[in-house]
């Protein structure tokens, strides 16, 4: 298990390795997933405005039994707010809704809202309050890291060229068969860490043939596979589930994959079809690069 292995942010504070996303956990169900998740040794939980689930998240946080700072949580600002004040706002119902004194992390959940996702309008000015919103809500308190999900690099080169407080965290769609090594080696570069949703595809690269054969050769599931692969990109894992026996697998992925190995999966054949999920911005095809 690898809940004690932690990335250090740009602010000095650390970050577990591996997360439990909550993306598609109902809200009723949420509080339940959360404390099951801590009881198993996880310290990270991923929400967001976006989900409806932070009234859930939040009670999860404050029954499970472990110390407030002894967890990291994370929740998204909507990415359809892209004014100081709807941003700022938002924030301090986001700690009222989850019943928290502060949150850990806090991100601009997209650049752009979900209805003009990787359009041709990018929200420069925008983002820069919203931003803006963030800075002024860390410097009171509220929040300790700040940062942004599904930027591109010219959007963090806008953030980066007025910023106070420049972005610790890019989230981004990352997993084999999708891997921007470009827009993770530029993250690096400014000091950016990067967090991957969806590591496993949201559960298509468990049907791909190639994925299963090397975690055959690693005696693994595909998904552990899929985790170790983001973890050792040097990437926070976050995979959502309220299963416990694969919040628990997803955990076990204390094996190495050989440097051979990462070479392939990091330029495996693109994912052409997300099933289900091709309804969704993230998942829809449109370059995310």
Same mark, same amino acid.
């Given at each position: ?9 740009? #602010? ?12 598609? &956990? ?38 499970c039994g472990v110390p407030r700072e002894e967890l990291f949580v994370a929740s998204k600002v909507a990415a359809e707010l892209k004014t100081y004040e709807e941003a700022a706002k938002s924030i301090d119902e986001t700690l009222k809704k989850m019943g928290l004194d502060y949150l850990d992390q806090m991100i601009i959940h997209s650049p752009q809202p ?13 983002? =820069? ?48 068969? #999708? ?20 590591? &496993? ?42 299963? %416990?026996?694969?919040?628990?697998? #997803? ?29 969704? %911005?993230?998942?829809?095809? =449109? %370059?995310?690069?």
């Amino acid at each position: 298990m690898i809940f004690n292995e932690t990335y250090t942010l740009a #602010n000095g504070l650390n970050i577990p390795k591996l997360g439990l996303g909550t993306w598609f &956990i109902d809200d009723d169900k949420a509080a339940e997933a959360v404390k099951t998740a801590v009881k198993l040794g996880y310290r990270l939980i991923d929400t967001a405005q976006a989900y409806g689930n932070e009234r859930g998240v939040g009670e999860g946080i404050r029954t499970c039994g472990v110390p407030r700072e002894e967890l990291f949580v994370a929740s998204k600002v909507a990415a359809e707010l892209k004014t100081y004040e709807e941003a700022a706002k938002s924030i301090d119902e986001t700690l009222k809704k989850m019943g928290l004194d502060y949150l850990d992390q806090m991100i601009i959940h997209s650049p752009q809202p979900w209805t003009e996702f990787r359009v041709e309008k990018r929200y420069f000015e925008e983002n =820069k309050e919203v931003w803006r919103a963030l800075e002024d809500a860390q410097a009171a308190g509220k929040v300790r890291v700040i940062g942004v999900s599904n930027f591109l690099k010219d959007d963090l080169e806008n953030l980066l060229s007025g910023c106070r407080v420049k972005p610790m965290v890019n989230q981004i769609l990352l997993h084999i068969s #999708n891997t921007d090594l470009e827009l993770v080696d530029f993250c690096k570069s400014q000091g950016i860490l990067v967090e991957a949703y969806s590591p &496993i595809a949201h559960g298509e690269a468990l049907k791909n043939p190639a994925i299963a054969e090397m975690a055959a050769k690693y005696h693994v599931s595909a998904a552990q596979l899929c985790i170790r692969y983001v973890i050792q990109l040097g990437t926070v894992a976050l995979p959502k589930t309220a299963n %416990p026996e694969h919040m628990a697998s #997803n955990a076990d992925v204390d094996f190495v994959i050989s440097d051979t190995d990462m070479e392939i999966l990091k330029h495996m054949e693109h994912i052409a079809d997300y099933g289900d999920f091709n309804m969704f %911005p993230v998942f829809s095809g =449109k %370059p995310l690069a």
